[in-house]
């Protein structure tokens, strides 16, 4: 079975680094390059749907696309302590530099002092900038200027086009050798995933009327029949099951099944064989029964149930934000906020910019908290926002509170 791998960074590197992929069998490759560093977040949100997993060419936009959380498949990126500095010092030394004076942006002390210590190169004179989030090109920049007079290394392109006309400056690029042992690490993780994402998934759904159930079902990926006693069975798999419940958090379709029938209980069972799922499913519809007219549970391995969501749901206009709290984890001052900010919008799109503004929080934590409205059927995206930088585009959401 084959996996594609998407394969972000540089223009002149992606190509180079997706070769090396490709050669390993049933690898294939979505090849996506950035002008700048910062661009990575918004290319992999744009793609996830696309790949398996990810394969960044260093560690800068790896770091900025786990950090504003865009990365839903497993990632790794390519390392350039070891072989990759280790290439750069010889060209440097064939160049006549003196490779004991350098300063060094990106990489750690201790990876460039242990590449140094293999090569037997004394390291009392060396520079580092260790990455940490927040390091800008600017930084780095100024970092290397203000040294005394010895040769560059950079990790970073943005960086290597700043400094090349004022002094000797080096870029490192993925060695074949880190590259194949980045992908190694990324398909043992990709892999377990898919296995895991494989898992059965079967719901036991109790409502009133059948009507939507099939509709509800695709969403998920699904299929679905009739059980026994009135019940429908609904067969999936744990990969979209998780991607719908926001990680097992709450399922929206309760409430779209709520708003046409008095009781929805919903039992999900994950398992490893549709037995070991069939029973965990009679399992947490016995207890979405025990909670009420309308609930849902998901019952694991191990004993383990998660209430997807045990509240009554209340008609557009007439609901509980005490309720709406506990379904999507936000505090009910935080939903006041929000009601607040679409009543000043006049009911219009909001970006995650102006909610963010308006709560007084990150951007990062405005995403995560419309994300959670949005598959509890509260917010619904409505398109994009150019910012007009070369940071990611800003998300329209309307909220229908």
């Keep these: 079975m084959g996996i594609v791998i998407g394969v972000v960074g540089p223009h002149d ?165 880190s590259v194949r042992a980045a992908l190694r690490r990324l398909l043992l993780t990709a892999e377990s995933q898919a296995q895991e994402d494989a898992q059965i998934a079967l719901g036991l759904i109790e409502v009133d009327h059948s009507e939507g159930l099939l509709r509800e079902a695709t969403a998920l990926g699904g299929t679905l029949a009739a059980f026994r006693g009135g019940v429908h069975l609904l067969v999936t798999t744990r990969g979209p099951l998780n991607d719908a419940t926001c990680g097992f958090i709450g399922l929206p379709m309760l409430a779209r099944l709520a708003a046409q029938n008095d009781t929805v209980r919903v039992g999900f069972g994950l398992g ?17 029964r025990r909670i009420g007219r309308v609930a849902a549970v998901l019952s694991l391995r191990a004993d383990t149930d998660l209430v997807l969501d045990s509240a009554t749901w209340t008609p557009p206009g007439r609901r509980n934000l005490t309720v709406i709290a506990r379904r999507v984890g936000l505090s009910v001052p935080t939903l006041e906020k929000l009601i607040e900010a679409r009543a000043a919008a006049g009911d219009e799109p909001l970006t995650t910019r102006e909610i963010a503004d308006r709560l007084a929080v990150q951007q990062r934590t405005a995403r995560r908290m419309l994300r959670r409205l949005e598959l509890a059927g509260l917010a619904e995206r409505t398109g994009n926002l150019t910012s007009g930088s070369s940071g990611r585009p800003l998300t329209l959401y309307r909220l229908t509170l």
Aim: hydrophobic share 40%; charged share 20%; with cysteine.
């Design 13 to 177: 590197l992606v190509d180079d680094v997706a070769a090396v992929c490709e050669e390993h069998p049933g690898v294939s490759t979505l090849r996506l390059d950035y002008d700048h560093e910062s661009q990575a977040p918004a290319i992999v949100e744009a793609h996830a749907s696309a790949v398996e997993g990810w394969l960044f060419t260093g560690i800068v936009p790896f770091t900025l696309s786990r950090d504003a959380e865009t990365l839903t498949r497993p990632a790794a990126f390519v390392d350039y302590a070891g072989s990759t500095l280790l290439s750069a010092l010889v060209r440097l030394q064939h160049q006549g530099h003196d490779v004991t004076r350098l300063s060094i942006d990106t990489l750690t002390a201790g990876d460039v002092h242990t590449t140094f210590a293999e090569a037997g190169l004394p390291t009392s004179e060396l520079r580092t900038l260790p990455y940490r989030p927040g390091l800008t090109s600017k930084r780095a920049v100024d970092f290397h200027r203000k040294g005394p007079p010895h040769p560059a290394i950079t990790c970073l392109g943005s960086v290597h086009e700043a400094l090349r006309a004022d002094m000797r400056v080096l870029r490192l690029t993925p060695s074949v050798h």
């Design 272 to 288: 490893r064989s549709a037995a070991e799922a069939e029973s965990l499913a009679r399992r947490a519809l016995a207890r979405a």
